[in-house]
T-cell receptor, first 113, second 114 residues
């Protein structure tokens, strides 16, 4: 069975600083996809960044980048130059070849002015 | 504008009532999902569909039912609501067989059963 673990229920960061959110997962599959989703307060959950497991290069999207360690089954999210609008719940997710998504419990990130 | 819509946004009802949570998407996606989300917990898949007339139960046991008569519409029904059904319900959709597969989420329905 696939599991996704986010060990940081809450985090905070000063505006303009960098923060890293942790995520580990467990799977026996060799090909899969990993995602970070952002859920702002009372708003829609949206995709932040996506990583294919067969790609060694870490995905980047503007201020968001990941550190994907396949052997360690680790998939952390780094947010650079944090902005107030980054305040949200962040969910790590895993998609298997069966097209099922599995989510972690989320990390609540607060950006402090 | 292509999007996924959920109504109502908030719902407070009494025990024993029948309710239907609506979900519609305008992206033409074949796959649709219902997730249950509680504070501090992971999203739990309760139902999914691969297309019209296709419905499956997810990992989390649920007393709800779903239907998929039209591609764009995936309503969830509770025949007799109970306080244990109090939760946030998220609808999502995605394309089948696309290399760039990802989930698109609705804004959610926060259900409170008294």
């Amino acid at each position: 069975a696939q599991t996704v673990t986010q060990s940081q229920p809450e985090m905070s960061v000063q505006e303009a600083e960098t923060v890293t959110l942790s995520c580990t997962y467990d799977t026996s599959e060799s090909n899969y996809y990993l995602f970070w989703y952002k859920q702002p307060p009372s708003r829609q959950m949206i995709l932040v960044i996506r990583q294919e497991a067969y790609k060694q290069q870490n995905a980047t999207e503007n201020r968001f980048s990941v550190n994907f360690q396949k052997a360690a089954k680790s998939f952390s999210l780094k947010i650079s130059d944090s902005q107030l609008g980054d305040t949200a719940m962040y969910f790590c997710a895993f998609m298997s070849t069966g097209n099922q998504f599995y989510f972690g419990t989320g990390t609540s990130l607060t950006v402090i002015p | 504008e292509a999007d996924i819509y959920q109504t109502p946004r908030y719902l407070v009802i009494g025990t024993g009532k029948k309710i239907t949570l609506e979900c519609s998407q305008t992206m033409g996606h074949d796959k649709m999902y219902w997730y249950q989300q509680d504070p501090g917990m992971e999203l739990h898949l309760i139902h999914y569909s691969y297309g019209v007339n296709s419905t499956e139960k997810g990992d989390l046991s649920s007393e709800s039912t779903v239907s998929r008569i039209r591609t764009e519409h995936f309503p969830l029904t509770l025949e007799s609501a109970r306080p244990s059904h109090t939760s946030q319900y998220l609808c999502a959709s995605s394309e089948i067989g696309q290399f760039n597969e990802k989930l698109f989420f609705g804004s959610g329905t926060q259900l409170s059963v008294l």
